[in-house]
């Protein structure tokens, strides 16, 4: 398996618990916008601790980025990532799956599970292939909103964020009436992400809204 050592350029908090990662970029490593790697940390007793990330910045950029979210309730990996400085090391591996994108559509999004959606929203951004895409993001608070501003940016009024928490007014999930509003009988496909009982769900409903299993597009 092919790993690489690189070094952190730079780590900022987008997010109160979500951390950017910017990291030297090995030369010749390439990559599809939606796609993964497992990361470790190049510290000893943890480089065989290996977790999946997904790459946040575009193939054609000199440098890789991931934007992980910071769990600090326990003493995992991720926690100890919120804690490296510039300068400090990841091991990075072999490219895979993850989401491909196929075509224009609805992307839904169930908090850090917007990871692969932007490196595909800025390679289609960059490509000027913004027009019909729409982003259904579901956090628990307006504070957990991933990268809110440059989202609004990319996506206009195409950008809306389902808030089950607000800090006023009722609270709302995505649910399958919710969904129906951007199910259309057309081509467009519909990405999921989130965690796994989120993924599971949101297919549920669509496929009950009559969307074709073959348009509906999850992590491989």
């Avoid at 990841?90 to 990871?115: E, M, N, P, Q, R």
């Avoid at 692969?116 to 579901?138: E, H, N, V, Y």
């Avoid at 501003?149 to 399958?176: F, T, V």
Wanted: net charge negative; glycine share 10%; hydrophobic share 35%.
């Amino acid at each position: 398996m092919e790993k690489h050592i690189v070094k952190i350029r730079n780590a900022e908090f987008v997010t109160h618990n979500v951390r950017r990662f910017t990291l030297d970029k090995p030369e010749g490593y390439t990559f599809t916008s939606g796609q993964a790697t497992d990361v470790a940390i190049n510290q000893p007793g943890l480089e065989e601790e290996l977790r999946p990330f997904t790459f946040t910045c575009l193939n054609t950029d000199d440098h890789l980025e991931f934007t992980i979210k910071i769990y600090t309730d326990h003493n995992g990996v991720t926690n100890k990532l919120g804690k490296l400085n510039i300068g400090d090391e990841l091991i990075i591996h072999d490219t895979w799956g993850a989401i491909t994108y196929k075509g224009s559509g609805v992307f839904i999004a169930g908090g850090a599970g917007l990871t692969p959606f932007i490196s595909i929203l800025r390679q289609l951004k960059k490509d000027g292939d913004l027009d019909g895409q729409t982003l259904l993001f579901a956090n628990k608070t307006e504070d957990d909103i991933i990268i809110k501003d440059e989202l609004d940016q990319m996506l206009g009024d195409r950008h809306i964020d389902i808030i089950s928490n607000p800090k006023s007014g009722a609270g709302k999930r995505i649910d399958k009436n919710l969904l129906n509003q951007y199910v259309s009988g057309g081509d467009q496909y519909y990405y999921i992400c989130g965690p796994d009982q989120f993924v599971i769900d949101i297919k549920d409903d669509l496929l009950e809204l009559g969307v074709p299993d073959d348009k509906i597009v999850i992590e491989q």
